[in-house]
């Protein structure tokens, strides 16, 4: 089974990419997602997992989500490879989303 759940913080804006022979939208940001452990000097590392969103919910990703958000979300590891200019075999991975959710209220939700 390939199943991803994340819990992190975008690392900047999504960017909206309009498919038009397709008639599809998708949402491409960086999601940083901090390990559960911290390094010899005492810090926590993050990882910055790309993640692509498709249709209708990348729409959404693209009004809603900004920088700095912390969400959470499901998807699925999706791996390509190709071969750079050398001749070198390069691989790519990145999470497909089905579903994100917000984890923090925005500021001005907050109740008195």
């Known amino acids: 089974m390939n199943r991803i759940v994340l819990v992190g913080r975008l690392v900047k804006d999504p960017e909206r990419k309009d498919i038009t022979e397709q008639e599809k939208t998708l949402a491409k940001f ?40 912390l969400i959470s979300l499901t998807g699925r590891l999706h791996t390509s490879a190709y071969e750079d200019k050398e001749g070198n075999k390069k691989y790519r991975f990145e999470v497909i989303a089905d579903e994100f959710q917000f984890v923090e209220r925005k500021p001005e939700d907050k109740v008195v």
């Open 30 to 69: 960086v999601l940083a997602v901090e390990r559960p452990f911290r390094n010899s000097e005492g810090e926590r590392i993050a990882d910055f997992i790309p993640v692509v969103v498709w249709g209708r919910k990348a729409e959404v990703a693209c009004d809603y989500l900004k920088k700095g958000m």
